[in-house]
């Protein structure tokens, strides 16, 4: 027999915090559970679990329970349910603070251990300086002997006009990754540089629901800017990461007013350098497929909501700059469905609970008979082309960056030998002070 619910009593924190969230405003209407990857997942512990349910179970003082179940770590924080409650209510931001009050030894997969890694060691892998730097060096000396004479890794410049932030997967690993926006630089006669320390790009402090963390990798963002005079910062391309370091930089400004910095997302870069002229793009190399784009839901919907601009039709302009046949996935834009990867869905435990996240976008994909997909955000990258394939096999597509695409698209003209000079013994002077032989390998 049903036994009755007794409401508990919460604490102070948890009580000012869901006081703030309003849940005293819900309606039960069902929108947020209707618009919820979550809705009717089959896992054993977590049918007849939706965002509504779990909402009633905050009321009844039930904080505990919601933060032992699997329901936090797998929402994605896409921000669907938020964006059409009709009471506005911000589900990813109550289910960030479950995750913050889960002990961190209880946190799923190796989310924490990549938060306590980049605190430690300035990146979520626990790559050391030196192959950080030799693999800068050597990826670096390979692409200019390929094709880009002249071409190195500036780091720590003084004075440089845009700073960007490498992504610990590249760096680990997916090396080829890295080239598409040196490129894109180098094609641009572009003025930048890279940190050689606390490099990281994404903040896993989203996905952990760790304030500190997100604060401290927003910091460190920001006293790179200043040390070295740099004009603008590229926000980090994960979803998670730039919307991780825009909330991170916010309150490091409300802590400190110098701690304002300028920055500009990856997409009114391109925007910004393709309508200049600065790079020339070439579609024929694109002719014969047809191209569709995923709305990244931090990069798009959250951004929306939150900061009132998301990047929908930025990327679009971009990408029709590049081919002759673009399609639009259905639905799109503010009602565009996650691919599944969000909130650390990605290198979380929980696959076969991603995939059923994922099923509408391979819907989506294959419904608009698109030969590759183009993205904006690295874990949305991994899902759409290395998960949702192998559970759903009766549709192949290819998938790309958007940086990808534009660095494949270029039409690249050698630097002058001047230029080329000037860049070698730069480069040569660079790594000898940064203690990089590269004739000595590992």
Not at 312 to 341: K, L, S, T
Not at 397 to 420: G, Q, T
């Amino acid at each position: 027999m049903p036994q009755a619910i007794t409401p508990k009593t919460l604490s102070q924190e948890a009580h000012e915090k869901l006081k703030k969230a309003n849940l005293n405003l819900c309606l039960t209407c069902g929108t947020c559970s209707g618009g919820c990857p979550i809705t009717g997942n089959p896992s054993e512990d977590m049918q007849g679990m939706d965002i509504r349910k779990v909402y009633r179970m905050l009321a009844y003082g039930m904080v505990d329970e919601v933060v032992n179940s699997r329901f936090p770590w797998l929402c994605t924080g896409c921000g669907r349910c938020a964006a059409a409650c009709p009471m506005d209510i911000d589900t990813p931001a109550i289910m960030g603070y479950m995750k913050h009050l889960r002990p961190r030894d209880q946190v799923p997969g190796i989310l924490h251990k990549g938060v306590e890694q980049v605190l430690a060691t300035g990146n979520n892998m626990g790559i050391s300086k030196e192959d950080y730097l030799f693999t800068m060096a050597d990826m670096g000396r390979e692409m200019a002997d390929d094709c880009c004479p002249g071409f190195y890794v500036p780091v720590d410049k003084q004075d440089a006009d845009i700073l960007f932030f490498p992504n610990s997967k590249e760096v680990y690993g997916d090396f080829e990754d890295m080239l598409w926006w040196w490129k894109i630089f180098y094609a641009a006669k572009e003025n930048w540089t890279i940190p050689s320390e606390n490099w990281e790009a994404v903040d896993w402090g989203l996905f952990t629901g760790n304030y500190e963390a997100t604060r401290i990798l927003a910091q460190r963002k920001i006293d790179m800017m200043k040390k070295f005079n740099i004009k603008r910062m590229i926000m980090p391309d994960c979803g998670g990461g730039s919307y991780g370091c825009r909330m991170g930089m916010k309150t490091c400004a409300i802590d400190d007013p110098n701690n304002v910095v300028n920055w500009i997302y990856l997409y009114d870069y391109l925007k910004e350098i393709i309508a200049q002229g600065r790079v020339k793009l070439d579609k024929s190399v694109n002719a014969g497929k047809i191209f569709t784009w995923h709305d990244s839901c931090k990069h798009g919907r959250e951004l929306e909501r939150h900061y009132g601009h998301g990047y929908f039709d930025e990327p679009r302009w971009i990408i029709q700059q590049c081919v002759d046949e673009f399609v639009d996935m259905e639905p799109n834009r503010m009602n565009g469905n996650c691919c599944g990867a969000g909130g650390g869905n990605w290198p979380m435990p929980y696959e076969a609970d991603s995939v059923w996240h994922g099923r509408k976008k391979f819907e989506s994909i294959k419904n608009s008979g698109a030969h590759v997909v183009v993205v904006g955000c690295s874990n949305c990258h991994d899902q759409i082309m290395k998960r949702l394939p192998k559970f759903y096999t009766d549709y192949k597509y290819e998938v790309k960056y958007i940086w990808e695409l534009v660095a494949d698209s270029l039409v690249i003209e050698p630097w002058d030998d001047d230029m080329v000079a000037k860049a070698e013994a730069e480069a040569a002077e660079q790594w000898e002070r940064l203690g990089v032989d590269l004739d000595a390998g590992y």
